[in-house]
C-alpha cells in the first residue's frame, strides 16, 4: 500500500476482559482513539490502567470483546488467526523496552532477518540504508552487547521500520536510558514517524519526553481520557 492511501489506527468503542469466572477484569472499557498516519501519540497512566492491554489490541495480538479496531480501514477481527498473524507482520512494528535484540546477532543482520522473513515482499527498506538513517551505520557490524542501551534501541527502531509498517506499537522505549539517551530516542521515533507516515502509539512513564509526541492522552482504569 502507498502511504498516500493510509487512514491510520482506529479503535472504536473497545472493550477488552481478561480473565475468568469470578476474576474478570475490564482491562479496556469502551475506548475511542484514532492515530493518524504521521501522529505520535503518547499514552500515559497508572500501573494496570491498561496501557499494555491497549498496544495488545491495536497491534491485532488479542481481539476486543466489543467494538471495533481498524488499520489503514481493515478490521482485525473480521479476519482470520492466521490472516491477521500476516497482517500483523507486514504492517505493524513493535518497539520494546530495551530493543529485543537477538543476541547473536550484528546490528545489520538484525535488519536482514526481517528481510529474510518478508521474502515475499519487494516494497521492504534497505537495512543498510535504514541503518545509516537512525545514526547507527558506523556500528553496523556490532553485537547487542556491544551496543548502549540508546544505540540498542536505534537499532530496535530500525528493525521494526523495515516492513514498512503503517502503525508502530513502541513500550517504554526510554525505560532503561539516561535522560539525554531519552530525548534522542524519542526525537528519532518523531522524526521516522513523520517520514515514514507511519501512526505511531508510544506508552510512557517517561514525562520529560512527552513534549516530542503529538498528542498526550491519559488512561485511568481502562479508559482514555486527554492528558
Ligand atoms: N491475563 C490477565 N488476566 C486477568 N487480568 C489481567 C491480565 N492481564 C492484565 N490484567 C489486568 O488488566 C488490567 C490492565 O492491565 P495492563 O497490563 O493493560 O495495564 P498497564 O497500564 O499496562 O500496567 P503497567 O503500567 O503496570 O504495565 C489490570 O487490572 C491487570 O491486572
Excluded at 489490541?57 to 470483546?65: E, K, M, Q, R, S
Excluded at 471495533?68 to 477481527?77: K, L
Excluded at 543482520?109 to 540504508?129: F, G, I, M
Excluded at 513502541?170 to 535522560?179: I, S
Amino acid at each position: 500500500m502507498s502511504t498516500r492511501d493510509r487512514t491510520g489506527l482506529t479503535l472504536s468503542g473497545v472493550t477488552v476482559r481478561l480473565g475468568d469466572g469470578d476474576a474478570v477484569v475490564t482491562a479496556l472499557d469502551d475506548v475511542s482513539l484514532t492515530v493518524a498516519p504521521g501522529e505520535l501519540v503518547a499514552v500515559v497512566g497508572p500501573s494496570g490502567a491498561g496501557k499494555s492491554s491497549l498496544l495488545a489490541v491495536a497491534g491485532a495480538l488479542t481481539i476486543p470483546d466489543e467494538g471495533t479496531v481498524s488499520i489503514d480501514g481493515h478490521d482485525i477481527a473480521a479476519m482470520s488467526a492466521r490472516d491477521r498473524a500476516a497482517y500483523r507482520r507486514d504492517h505493524v512494528g513493535f518497539v520494546f523496552q530495551t530493543g529485543n535484540l537477538l543476541p547473536a546477532l550484528t546490528a545489520l543482520e538484525q535488519l536482514r532477518l526481517v528481510t529474510k522473513l518478508s521474502h515475499h515482499r519487494t516494497d521492504v527498506r534497505s537495512p543498510a540504508r535504514l541503518l545509516a538513517d537512525v545514526g547507527m551505520a558506523h556500528k553496523a557490524d556490532r553485537r547487542p552487547h556491544q551496543l548502549s542501551g540508546g544505540e540498542r534501541q536505534r537499532v530496535g527502531i530500525a528493525r521494526a521500520l523495515v516492513g514498512r509498517p503503517s502503525l508502530l506499537l513502541v513500550d517504554e522505549p526510554t525505560a532503561a536510558l539516561d535522560r539525554a539517551r531519552s530525548h534522542e530516542v524519542v526525537q528519532l521515533l518523531a522524526r521516522e514517524t513523520k517520514q515514514s507516515a507511519v501512526a505511531t502509539v508510544m506508552v510512557t512513564h517517561d514525562q520529560d519526553v512527552l513534549e516530542h509526541c503529538d498528542r498526550v492522552i491519559e488512561m485511568i482504569d481502562g479508559r482514555l481520557s486527554a492528558g
